[in-house]
């Protein structure tokens, strides 16, 4: 029973010391570095054709290209198209010449 106590206690004075120590102030300014990260939410524009569904999104350099769509729960109603858009959301086009398999049974282009 000693030991355990012995043992607990060096346990929690290792983590505290690794608290003090790793939490300490390191003089080195982060604005100093040159650089500002402004984070910023740019909405999705909505897919034509009533796609719901969006995944696979990829990002290429200035673009984004992205599979869509229509789902009616985990139904798949429609085939899959693939978009590309430029990275501030504008520029939406379908890429025509892409091509799937054939929709699920029951499933419209």
Request: net charge negative.
């Given at each position: 029973?000693?030991?355990?106590?012995?043992?607990?206690?060096?346990?929690?004075a290792?983590?505290?010391?690794?608290?003090l120590?790793g939490?300490?102030?390191?003089?080195?300014d982060?604005a100093?570095?040159g650089?500002?990260?402004?984070?910023?939410i740019i909405?999705?524009p909505?897919?034509?054709?009533?796609?719901n569904?969006?995944?696979?999104?990829?990002i290429?350099e200035d673009?984004?290209?992205?599979?869509?769509?229509?789902?009616?729960?985990?139904?798949?109603?429609?085939?899959?198209?693939?978009?590309?858009m430029s990275?501030d959301?504008s520029?939406?086009?379908?890429?025509?010449?892409?091509?799937?398999?054939?929709?699920?049974?029951?499933?419209t282009?």
């Amino acid at each position: 029973m000693n030991g355990t106590r012995l043992t607990a206690i060096l346990c929690a004075a290792l983590l505290l010391a690794t608290i003090l120590f790793g939490c300490r102030n390191n003089d080195t300014d982060s604005a100093d570095s040159g650089y500002v990260f402004l984070p910023e939410i740019i909405p999705f524009p909505k897919v034509p054709g009533g796609r719901n569904h969006i995944e696979n999104i990829v990002i290429a350099e200035d673009n984004v290209f992205f599979t869509a769509a229509n789902l009616a729960g985990s139904t798949q109603l429609s085939r899959d198209k693939i978009f590309s858009m430029s990275i501030d959301g504008s520029d939406l086009t379908e890429l025509s010449e892409y091509s799937t398999k054939q929709p699920p049974h029951g499933a419209t282009a």
